[in-house]
T-cell receptor
Framework: RKEVEQDPGPFNVPEGATVAFNCTYS??????FFWYRQDCRKEPKLLMS???SGNEDGRFTAQLNRASQYISLLIRDSKLSDSATYLC????????????FGTGTRLTVIP | DVKVTQSSRYLVKRTGEKVFLECVQD?????MFWYRQDPGLGLRLIYF???????EKGDIPEGYSVSREKKERFSLILESASTNQTSMYLC?????????????FGPGTRLTVT
């Protein structure tokens, strides 16, 4: 089983739509979780950390379900500028600072 | 703002050449990482370093070596470049001290080996 698994997509959604991505991870000892965003031919950039209680940043909401070992990202009111690949990321082991990156889910927002 | 820079954006080398990729970060981060990114495979960790002169193998170290003589600089070396090392190479850095351990990336070097 892969450390981090994501649906590669692509997800093609109209502007204004709500879209959700899920990700599962295999290491139950993982402590930190993130969503990164990667634009075409650019480096990954941190979008948001994911906390057990869930967290929201504007139109973006991240949730963590430790029991089921999955992480979700919800984007409301999609904008054209949200088009990118979204990478699910988890730490490799307890207390460590190495990260496993998912292969990413590609989102295209259509006018 | 954290800044991670890489020596080249694009590089073309011939098979068998020795290739040096340089990465510099300006935030006094303890940890530095080298990844390669290929379509469908995502980011794969080649080597990382958690201190000066320290290095650890990642998932795919074969054919690569690294050097960290100064805290801010981490070099990736391809001893004898091969065509299967054609890829996007990304350097990243992070603090050790506490979670959540997010990593900051440089702009990447797109290496083509012919």
């Amino acid at each position: 089983r892969k450390e981090v698994e994501q649906d590669p997509g692509p997800f093609n959604v109209p502007e204004g739509a709500t879209v959700a991505f899920n990700c599962t991870y295999s290491n139950s000892a993982s402590q930190s979780f993130f969503w990164y965003r990667q634009d075409c031919r650019k480096e990954p950039k941190l979008l948001m950390s994911v906390y057990s209680s869930g967290n929201e940043d504007g139109r973006f909401t991240a949730q963590l379900n430790r029991a089921s070992q999955y992480i979700s990202l919800l984007i409301r009111d999609s904008k054209l500028s949200d088009s990118a690949t979204y990478l699910c990321v988890v730490t490799r082991q307890t207390g460590a600072n190495n990260l496993f990156f998912g292969t990413g889910t590609r989102l295209t927002v259509i006018p | 703002d954290v800044k991670v820079t890489q020596s080249s954006r694009y590089l073309v080398k011939r098979t068998g050449e020795k290739v040096f990729l340089e990465c510099v970060q300006d935030m006094d981060h303890e940890n530095m990482f080298w990844y390669r990114q290929d379509p469908g495979l995502g980011l794969r960790l080649i080597y990382f370093s958690y201190d000066v002169k320290m290095k650890e193998k990642g998932d795919i170290p074969e054919g690569y070596s690294v050097s960290r003589e100064k805290k801010e600089r981490f070099s990736l070396i391809l001893e004898s470049a091969s065509t299967n090392q054609t890829s996007m190479y990304l350097c990243a850095s992070s603090f050790t001290s506490a979670p959540p351990y997010e990593q900051y990336f440089g702009p990447g070097t797109r290496l083509t080996v012919t």
